[in-house]
């Protein structure tokens, strides 16, 4: 039984060395979508303004430019 345990402890120091693999998956597997958002925020730049400061059928802020610039520069970062 202590073979078994001392087997076990011993995989899991191993798997150690590869638990970045995980994240790195996830960030490539998301990389794409975020990239293709905040280029069609750039595109779409009037658009995605008058979304941010309309209050009928968008957000309805204050300063909606403000608001943009920092949804856009939030992206960027993800």
């Known amino acids: ?3 078994l345990v001392d087997g076990y402890k011993s995989f899991l120091l191993k798997l150690k060395y590869i638990d970045w693999l995980g994240p ?3 960030r ?6 975020f990239i293709g958002v905040g ?3 750039f ?3 009037e658009q995605m303004v008058a979304w941010f400061g309309n ?3 968008g957000l309805g802020l204050p300063a909606p430019d403000q608001w943009a610039r920092l949804s856009t520069a939030l992206s960027a970062q993800t």
């Not at 490539?28 to 979508?33: D, E, F, G, R, V």
């Open 1 to 3: 039984m202590q073979l």
């Open 24 to 26: 790195l998956a996830l």
């Open 28 to 33: 490539l597997y998301l990389a794409p979508i």
């Open 39 to 41: 280029l069609h925020k």
């Open 43 to 45: 595109a779409n730049w």
């Open 55 to 57: 209050p009928d059928w």
